[in-house]
């Protein structure tokens, strides 16, 4: 009932820059939080940068300093601009909402969308 759908990946030359977009639809109540994740081949999925409802953020320290997650609250959508990627960032990026009130809680995820950075 809820879906996620991602755009922006595709490949991009190293210090250059690319622009994740993840829009929430369908039965859409009580966000917590958005973030993106992403998952190196036979590796857990680790923790990019996540924004709350309340607006703040956290990123991996890994790409402080050159990722900025921002929301669109109107339009339950959540970006990543992504500055000065270096050929490490390559890997698959998956969205993710937290979404629940009270007593509920609800995890989501995207399909995942490939980024790929070349020497």
């Known amino acids: 009932q809820v879906q996620l759908v991602e755009s922006g990946g595709g490949l991009v030359q190293a210090g250059g820059s690319l622009r994740l977009s993840c829009a929430a639809s369908g039965s859409i109540f009580g966000i917590r939080a958005m973030g993106w994740y992403r998952q190196a081949p036979g590796k857990q999925r680790e923790l990019v940068a996540v924004i709350t409802s309340a607006g703040s953020t956290n990123y991996a320290d890994s790409v402080k300093g050159r990722f900025t997650i921002s929301r669109d609250s109107a339009k339950n959508t959540v970006y990543l601009q992504m500055n000065n990627l270096k050929p490490e960032d390559t890997d698959v990026y998956y969205c993710?909402?937290?979404?629940?009130?009270?007593?509920?809680?609800?995890?989501?995820w995207g399909q995942g969308t490939q980024v790929t950075v070349s020497s």
């Open positions: 993710n909402l937290l979404m629940g009130r009270g007593v509920q809680k609800n995890d989501y």
